[in-house]
C-alpha cells in the first residue's frame, strides 16, 4: 500500500494520520413551537442559507419543501463556487452574518444557516437540528400531517441515522479529503459495507422502516443523488456504483420521483462546487459531462407496499 500524502482541503480538520475531522458546528440554539426557547415558531421571523451542491443544506431544503414551509420561512441560495473567501450571495459573503454572530468566529463558514431577522444573530448551522426543527416545531406553519420523525420510532431513527452518518454521509469526505492511502482505504471500505448493508436491507422493504419514508430516507438521499455523479470519480468511490445495486438504484429513483423532490436537487450546482471549488483534487476544474441518470424510469419499489 502505498502511503503517500497529499494537501488537505481544510488543513485544521486533518489529522496527522491522514484523516478528515470534521468541525463540530458552532450555533445549536432551538426555535420551539411552545415558547419555551429565545425563538418562537413565527412565520417570516427566520431566513435559510442554502447551498444546492451541499448534500447537508440538501437535507433542510428538502424538508422545508415536504412540510410546505416556503411561505413561512424565505431561502436564499449561495452561488455553487466558493472560493477562498468562501460563500457568496450576490455582494455578499456567508461569513459576514458568521461574525455579525460571534465577532471571534474562527472557523469553517458552513451552510445550512437559519438566520433570525430579529436578532440579527444565526439560531443554528447544523443541519440535523434544523431537519429537525421543521419537522417537529413548525407544524402550525406547514404540513402538520407530515411525520418525519415518528415517536414510535425515534430511537430506532437515531440509531440508524448515526451509523449512515458515520459510514456514508461522512464517509465519502473520509474518503473524498483523506490525505493518506490508508485513511482513504478505511473509509472506502467502510462506506461500501454500508451500502451493501443497506441494499440488502431495501430488499424487503420500500423506504427504511416501511411504506413511507423518514427522516433517515431523506438523510440518505442527498449522498445516493450525489454519488454517481461526483463521489464515485471526483472522491475515488468507485467500488461500485449505485446503479449497480438492484435495490438501492430503485430506491433512489423512487425517492427522487415524490413530489416536491426533483426541484431541489440541481446537477448543474452539485457538479460546479465539488469539481472547481476543490481544486486541489481536481486541479484542472474541468467538469465531466456524464453519468446519465434515468431518474424518471420506472423503479418497481411499488410491489414491496403492496406485498405487506
Excluded at 500500500?1 to 481544510?10: D, G, I, L, Y
Excluded at 419537522?135 to 402538520?144: C, K, P, S, V, Y
Excluded at 420523525?149 to 465519502?172: K, Q, T
Excluded at 479529503?177 to 472506502?188: L, N, R
Aim: charged share 25%; proline share 6%; aromatic share 12%.
Amino acid at each position: 500500500m502505498n502511503e503517500t500524502r497529499a494537501k488537505a482541503q481544510f488543513p485544521d480538520e486533518q489529522s496527522e494520520d491522514g484523516r478528515f475531522v470534521r468541525q463540530e458546528d458552532a450555533f445549536r440554539a432551538w426555535v420551539r413551537a411552545d415558547g419555551s426557547s429565545a425563538y418562537p415558531a413565527t412565520a417570516g421571523r427566520y431566513h435559510l442559507y442554502v447551498s444546492l451542491a451541499c448534500p447537508w443544506a440538501h437535507r433542510t431544503i428538502i424538508v422545508r419543501a415536504l412540510k410546505h414551509l416556503e411561505a413561512a420561512i424565505p431561502m436564499t441560495v449561495v452561488d455553487p463556487i466558493r472560493d477562498d473567501r468562501g460563500w457568496h450571495f450576490g455582494d455578499r459573503f456567508l461569513s459576514e452574518l458568521y461574525l455579525a454572530s460571534d465577532p471571534a468566529y474562527r472557523g469553517r463558514v458552513t451552510v445550512p444557516v437559519l438566520w433570525d431577522t430579529h436578532t440579527n444573530a444565526i439560531v443554528s448551522n447544523s443541519d440535523d437540528d434544523i431537519m429537525r426543527m421543521f419537522e417537529t416545531e413548525f407544524n402550525a406553519l406547514g404540513d402538520a400531517s407530515l411525520d418525519l420523525y415518528p415517536a414510535p420510532l425515534r430511537a430506532e431513527i437515531d440509531a440508524l441515522n448515526e451509523e449512515i452518518f458515520r459510514s456514508v454521509n461522512d464517509g465519502v469526505y473520509q474518503a473524498g479529503f483523506a490525505t493518506s492511502q490508508q485513511a482513504y482505504e478505511e473509509a472506502a471500505y467502510a462506506l461500501f459495507a454500508m451500502l451493501d448493508r443497506l441494499d440488502e436491507r431495501l430488499a424487503t422493504r420500500r423506504y427504511l422502516f416501511g411504506d413511507r419514508p423518514v427522516e433517515t430516507d431523506w438523510r440518505l438521499f442527498v449522498t445516493l443523488i450525489r454519488f454517481d455523479p461526483v463521489y464515485v470519480g471526483h472522491f475515488k468511490c468507485n467500488l461500485r456504483r449505485i446503479a449497480d445495486y438492484p435495490n438501492l438504484s430503485g430506491y433512489l429513483r423512487d425517492l427522487y420521483q415524490i413530489p416536491g423532490i426533483a426541484p431541489t436537487v440541481n446537477f448543474d450546482h452539485i457538479k460546479l462546487h465539488y469539481y472547481v471549488t476543490h481544486d486541489d483534487i481536481n486541479p484542472t476544474r474541468i467538469v465531466p459531462i456524464g453519468p446519465l441518470q434515468l431518474l424518471d424510469a420506472p423503479h418497481g419499489r411499488e410491489r414491496l407496499s403492496a406485498a405487506r
